[in-house]
């Protein structure tokens, strides 16, 4: 199942040279937004893999909000938003983190987990793995347990699976 997954996923990413900036491939997952077949296959094998597992999704800003709704849905579980500074309106709790350039932060709602809950991080890439372990650090935080983090696409060479230390993590391809 998991190599089917990897193949659907590998068909419908693109490359895209030096972006944002010289020297980055963008793998840009829109292709897979746009094949009504392809995207429903990716939701529902993650769905499959978490079912009963976990008591609500916590998607990362942006892209990670697309795969985390439709799963959300598809597990009947709720969704909570890990948003860039500045973005939510209530009161949160926030992490700071470096990036290869300068730092970025992000934030999540106080009340957006209650203590115990079972968490399923999603987000689309991971790469460095600063934005995914800072999630989860977020989750923690909270009082809530990671029950899994889940990627579209892994980018290995950057070695961001080691920042997550030994939180359970999926890549559904990885380069
Ligand atoms: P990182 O914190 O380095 O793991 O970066 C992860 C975040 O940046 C994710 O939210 C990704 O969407 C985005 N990202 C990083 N590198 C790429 C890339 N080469 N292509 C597409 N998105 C990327």
Redesign the pocket.
């Known amino acids: 199942m998991s190599s089917e997954l990897s193949s659907v996923v590998e068909a419908h990413l693109a490359d895209v040279p030096d972006f944002p900036v010289e020297g ?5 997952i829109t292709p897979l937004l746009q094949d009504p077949g392809a995207f429903r296959r990716v939701i529902e094998g993650i769905a499959d893999r978490y079912r009963g597992a976990v008591d609500v999704v916590a998607g ?1 800003e942006s ?2 909000f697309i795969f985390g709704a439709a799963l959300a849905y598809e597990l009947g579980v709720g969704l909570a938003l890990i948003r860039k500074e500045g973005k939510l309106p209530r009161e949160t709790h926030s992490m700071s983190y470096d990036l290869e350039y300068g730092s970025a932060t992000i934030e999540v709602h106080r009340d957006a987990f209650t203590e115990g809950q079972r968490v399923l991080l999603i ?10 372990a800072s999630a989860a650090t977020l989750v923690e935080t909270c009082g809530a347990s990671v029950a899994g983090i889940s990627f579209i696409l892994e ?1 290995s060479f ?1 070695g ?1 699976r080691a920042a997550l230390g030994d939180r359970p993590t999926w890549s559904l391809h990885t380069v």
């Open positions: 980055v491939v963008f793998k840009d990362i892209r990670g987000d689309d890439v991971l790469a460095t793995g600063g934005t995914a980018l950057l961001g």
